[in-house]
C-alpha cells in the first residue's frame, strides 16, 4: 500500500509528478481556450469581480499565498490572504463583487468552512480549491475546482499543496483569460510550461538521496531557518513548517528581505539557512536574494541554496548546493518544495519520529 517506501509521505512526495500532470489534464480546449467546467460561474459575474479573498489554513494557506503573486500580475485584480482563523472575527469587507477563494485539502476544515459560511451570508460568490469530492467546503461554495492529487493519507500534505498550486495557477490563469488582460494570450504558453513540470518535479526526486544525507547531518541541529523572496517566500514558510510538524525542530521561513529588520540577530556560527533562489528571469529579485545569503554567510550561517542550473552567480556563496530545474519564478514553487519535503521526511525519520503521524496533529482539523 505504500509502494515499497516506509511512509505514506514519502510515497506521495513521489507520486507528486502524477499529481501535478492529472491536476492539469484535459484543461486546455484544442482552441487553446483553459476549461475549468467546475468553475459555476458565468463569465459575466467572473469579469465583475473587483476584489479577491483567498482563505485557507497552514499549507493550504502557503498556497494561497502563491496565488496572490499570480493571480495580481497575470489578472490585475487585488487579492488578500486570509488566515481563515482570523477572517472572520475581523469585520471583513465583502460584497457580491469579493470573490472568496478556500483553498482546502480535505474540504472539511472547521475554521476555513466557517469562514465561507460569513462570506456567503455577506453575499460573496465563494470559490473551493479542494481535492476531496463531494466534502463539506465544495458543498458550500458556489463554484469548485478539484485537484487531482489522490487520497493524501499521510498527515503532512505534499501531493495536496502542489495540486493546489496547479489550480491556483490554472485559475488565476481563466480569469486572465475571461477579463482579457494582456496576459490573457500568453495563457497558452504558461499552460506548456506547467505542462513540463511533472518531469521536472522528477528530475527532483531523482535527487532524493543527495537531499537525505544533508537532512541526515541536522539530526542534531536545535533550529533551522529558510529565507526566500516572492514566490520563494511561501515555499520558505511551508519548509519550516514541514520540519515544525515532523521533525518537532525549532524552523521558521522569513522574506529574505526582512532579514535586516530583526531576524538576522538570530544568525549565529553553524546555523542551517536553506536558502530558495529566485530564478535568473527576475534579476532584480535575484540579486538581492544572493546579497542577503551573503549577508547571513558573512555571519557565520552555513548557506544551503537551492538555485536554478546554470546560476553560477550563487555559488561563491553557497556552502551547499541544490539545483532546481530552470522553471520562472512564479512557478518555482512546484519545484522548489519538493526538495524541502524530501528534507523534512528524512530528518524526521533519522530522529525516529512517526512521519505520518505526527504527535498532536489530526490529518483534518475539524474544530475551530
Ligand atoms: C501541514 C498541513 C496542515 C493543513 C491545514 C489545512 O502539512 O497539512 O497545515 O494544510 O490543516 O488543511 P486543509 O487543506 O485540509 O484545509
Known amino acids: 500500500e505504500k509502494d515499497g517506501h516506509d511512509w505514506f509521505m514519502r510515497k506521495e512526495i513521489f507520486e507528486q509528478p502524477r499529481a501535478v500532470a492529472d491536476s492539469l489534464l484535459g484543461r486546455m480546449s484544442p482552441e487553446g481556450l483553459l476549461q475549468l467546467d467546475e468553475v459555476r460561474l458565468s463569465d459575466d459575474e467572473l469579469r465583475e469581480i473587483d476584489k479577491i479573498i483567498i482563505i485557507a489554513c497552514g499549507t493550504s494557506f502557503y498556497a494561497g499565498m502563491v496565488a496572490k503573486y499570480a493571480i495580481e500580475h497575470w489578472c490585475?485584480?487585488?487579492v488578500e490572504v486570509e488566515l481563515a482563523?482570523?477572517?472572520?472575527?475581523?469585520?471583513?469587507?465583502?460584497n457580491y463583487s469579493t470573490l472568496v477563494v478556500a483553498i482546502s485539502q480535505s474540504g472539511e476544515t472547521a475554521d476555513t468552512l466557517q469562514a465561507i459560511r460569513h462570506a456567503r451570508v455577506q453575499r460573496s460568490k465563494v470559490l473551493a480549491i479542494c481535492n476531496t469530492n463531494g466534502s463539506t467546503i465544495p458543498r458550500e461554495s458556489d463554484a469548485v475546482i478539484y485537484t487531482h492529487a489522490g487520497p493524501e493519507i499521510g498527515v503532512a500534505s505534499t501531493k495536496g499543496f502542489l495540486t493546489q498550486l496547479v489550480a491556483c495557477y490554472l485559475l488565476a490563469l481563466y480569469l486572465a483569460q475571461v477579463k482579457g488582460t494582456r496576459y490573457g494570450d500568453e495563457v497558452h504558453q504558461v499552460v506548456r510550461q506547467?505542462?513540463?513540470v511533472p518531469a521536472q518535479i522528477q528530475d527532483v526526486l531523482d535527487r532524493a538521496e543527495d537531499v537525505y544525507a544533508l537532512a541526515r547531518e541536522y539530526v542534531d541541529a536545535s533550529s533551522?531557518?529558510?529565507?526566500?523572496?516572492?514566490?520563494?517566500?511561501?515555499?520558505?514558510?511551508?519548509?519550516?513548517?514541514?520540519?515544525?510538524?515532523?521533525a518537532y525542530l525549532h524552523a521558521e521561513g522569513f522574506a529574505a528581505g526582512e532579514l535586516k529588520h530583526g531576524p538576522i540577530a538570530l544568525?549565529?556560527?553553524?546555523?542551517?539557512?536553506?536558502?530558495?533562489?529566485?530564478?535568473?528571469?527576475?534579476?532584480?529579485?535575484?540579486?538581492?536574494?544572493?546579497?542577503?545569503?551573503?549577508?547571513?554567510?558573512a555571519r557565520g550561517?552555513?548557506?544551503?541554496?537551492?538555485?536554478?542550473?546554470?546560476?553560477?552567480?550563487?555559488?561563491?556563496?553557497?556552502?551547499?548546493?541544490?539545483?532546481?530545474?530552470?522553471?520562472?519564478?512564479?512557478?518555482?514553487?512546484?519545484?522548489?518544495?519538493?526538495?524541502?519535503?524530501?528534507?523534512?521526511c528524512e530528518l524526521a525519520t533519522a530522529k525516529?519520529?512517526?512521519?505520518?503521524?505526527?504527535?498532536?496533529?489530526?490529518?483534518?482539523?475539524?474544530?475551530?
Not at 544568525?267 to 542577503?292: A, E, T
Not at 525516529?352 to 475551530?368: C, I, Y
Request: proline fraction near 8%; charged fraction near 25%; hydrophobic fraction near 45%.
Open 85 to 94: 482563523s482570523e477572517f472572520r472575527y475581523r469585520d471583513p469587507i465583502l
Open 267 to 297: 544568525v549565529d556560527d553553524g546555523l542551517p539557512v536553506l536558502c530558495i533562489v529566485p530564478s535568473r528571469g527576475r534579476d532584480h529579485l535575484h540579486d538581492k536574494m544572493v546579497s542577503g545569503i551573503q549577508e547571513v554567510r
Open 194 to 196: 506547467l505542462e513540463a
Open 224 to 246: 533551522v531557518l529558510f529565507l526566500g523572496r516572492h514566490a520563494g517566500y511561501p515555499v520558505a514558510l511551508e519548509g519550516a513548517l514541514k520540519l515544525k510538524e515532523l
Open 301 to 344: 550561517a552555513r548557506t544551503i541554496c537551492l538555485a536554478e542550473v546554470g546560476d553560477t552567480a550563487i555559488e561563491p556563496y553557497a556552502d551547499v548546493l541544490f539545483r532546481l530545474p530552470k522553471v520562472p519564478t512564479l512557478l518555482q514553487p512546484l519545484v522548489a518544495t519538493v526538495p524541502l519535503q524530501l528534507f523534512a
Open 352 to 368: 525516529g519520529h512517526d512521519v505520518d503521524q505526527p504527535r498532536n496533529l489530526a490529518k483534518s482539523v475539524t474544530v475551530e
Open 76 to 78: 490585475r485584480i487585488p
